[in-house]
């Protein structure tokens, strides 16, 4: 199991060049920010994802991916 401070680091360098910031919220789940640090614009923010279904290199990529597919999308936010 990869701890949480390492998982958001994983996460957090999933997305660059922009920005990203990885918190946990007070029920523990993660919150995912993406955003461009210049301008502030912000390209996703999903909250409630959980950190338990994230115990391997490839959920944790599977992740990355799937918000990636959803930021060349369009979209703002994603709810899984």
Do not use: W, Y
Not at 11 to 21: K, N, R, Y
Not at 22 to 50: H, M, Q, Y
């Amino acid at each position: 199991m990869v701890s949480v401070p390492e998982l958001c680091r994983i996460v957090e360098s999933g997305f660059q060049p922009l920005s990203c910031a990885c918190t946990v919220n007070p029920d523990g789940a993660l919150r995912i920010k993406v955003f461009e640090r210049s301008t502030g614009r912000i390209d996703l923010l999903i909250t409630g994802v959980s950190p338990a279904q994230l115990s391997s290199a490839r959920a944790i990529s599977n992740l990355i991916g799937e918000f990636h597919t959803e930021m060349r999308a369009g979209r703002r936010a994603f709810a899984g």
